[in-house]
């Protein structure tokens, strides 16, 4: 299937649900972007999902991990398992 046409897009809003279809009946009554095939839209659908400091906040995340916890020692266990997450 051809990601660019309007067929791509139509089965790309058969899957969708929620927020996330809410979005792409936003993006295909849009006069500007109802034209755009699938990429653009994922672009868009990228930016609705994932915040723009995503990276910076986890990087925060990971360098305030500590082998603490209300004062009480953590097992190692616990904080391998923090940084696997992050």
């Known amino acids: 299937m051809n990601l660019e046409s309007s067929y791509a ?4 809003g058969i899957h969708l649900k929620d ?3 809410i979005l792409y009946t936003q993006f295909r009554a ?3 972007t109802k034209h755009l095939g699938v990429e ?7 930016q609705y999902c994932i915040s723009f400091t995503s990276k910076e906040t986890l990087w925060n995340e990971f360098q305030a991990t500590r082998p603490t916890l209300n ?9 391998a398992n923090r940084i696997k997450q992050y």
């Open 9 to 12: 897009m139509i089965w790309v």
């Open 19 to 21: 927020g996330t279809k």
């Open 30 to 32: 849009n006069e500007e």
């Open 40 to 46: 653009e839209f994922l672009k868009a659908l990228r």
């Open 71 to 79: 004062g009480r020692r953590l097992p190692i266990q616990d904080i």
